[in-house]
């Protein structure tokens, strides 16, 4: 079922206390492999200084943002401005710029597809004035780690919502046990669009935050399950990597699916470290070159595989 989200703010009031959950719980605080992806150790701000924000349209009133960090989607039209994600808090106004250059305001919508730092980093800035939504967990992770009051979502949800913003359904889907345990694909039905968050790195290994309730199993389901609800002709922004169409997704998880076996098939008869990696950068040459070498790739598959079978 979805529980459905409108875009006034008094509607959405109206669907918090009819249906959608609020924090219940404090987990445990945030990894030391979550900041090493997200960057956001002490004042590393100036590592931001010469990036530029630029930005494309992708279909119908959906844009994509690429600056640093995570992917960022825009919806610009007649209800006002919604983003996904929002990279890291130095960039918040070099993102409004942009945004204000494609035609967009102040955004009144945001969703995270997770929590990690270099998509939510902005989270405080555009969230003053403004509605976040995201999956529960989300929430529950950027309250263990001490986020500021504006910078967390007013709205969760566990399953699934749907918002209805610029003329189109947006449909925000949770991906149980993935990258995080908190993860959210959106797809902007009208322009057919999907944002997959970091369950698509496109081209390279994925990072896949065991620690943080992820799953290298896990992973390779939700991406079956999104491949499940778009089609063909769908196109595809992803976490990290260039704009794709389905093939991307497609690709991603015959990487995943093809490395962790090997890895596996490997380990088992007693095959060094070394030689895996080699044999990984034989067979997958083009994976490793990204932000995940095939070495912390072989370090990610043997933690959810102790983790949780795989
Ligand atoms: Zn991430």
Redesign the pocket.
């Known amino acids: 079922m979805y529980q459905t989200v409108y875009k006034t703010r008094q509607t959405l009031s109206t669907a918090i206390a009819s249906g959608c959950s609020r924090s219940r719980v404090l987990i445990a605080c945030l990894c030391s492999a979550f900041l090493a992806?997200s960057g956001v150790h002490g004042a590393d701000s100036d590592r931001f200084a010469t990036v530029q924000v630029t930005g494309q349209k992708v279909a119908g009133n959906v844009h994509i943002l690429i600056g640093a960090g995570?992917n960022i989607a825009a919806s610009i039209g007649p209800d006002g401005t919604l983003i996904v994600d929002n990279q890291f808090a130095p960039l918040a106004e070099r993102i409004q710029q942009r945004l204000s250059a494609l035609g967009g305001d102040k955004p009144e919508l945001i969703i995270n597809t997770?929590f990690?730092g270099?998509?939510t980093g902005s989270n405080e800035n555009f969230g003053k004035g403004a509605t976040i939504i995201a999956h529960e967990n989300v929430r529950v992770r950027l309250v263990a780690g001490e986020s500021p009051r504006d910078a967390l979502p007013a709205v969760t949800f566990d399953d699934r919502v749907r918002v209805h913003y610029n003329d189109e359904a947006i449909d925000i889907v949770h991906m149980p046990a993935g990258?995080?345990d908190g993860d959210a694909v959106v797809w902007f039905r009208g322009a057919n669009v999907i944002h997959m968050g970091?369950h698509l790195f496109n081209g390279s290994y994925p990072?896949i935050?065991v620690d943080s309730g992820g799953s290298v199993q896990g992973f390779m389901k939700n991406l079956d399950a999104a491949l499940v609800l778009i089609n063909p002709e769908t196109k595809v922004i992803p976490?990290h990597g260039p704009l794709g169409g389905v093939d991307a997704i497609v690709q991603s998880l015959n990487l995943v699916r093809a490395s962790a076996l090997l890895i596996m098939r490997e380990t088992e008869a007693g095959t060094g470290d070394a030689q895996i990696v080699a044999l990984l950068d034989e067979e997958f040459a083009a994976a490793g070159k990204g932000f995940i070498s095939a070495e912390r790739w072989l370090s990610i598959v043997r933690k959810s595989r102790a983790a949780n079978g795989l």
């Open positions: 992806v995570g997770h990690h270099d998509h990258h995080t970091d990072y935050d976490g």
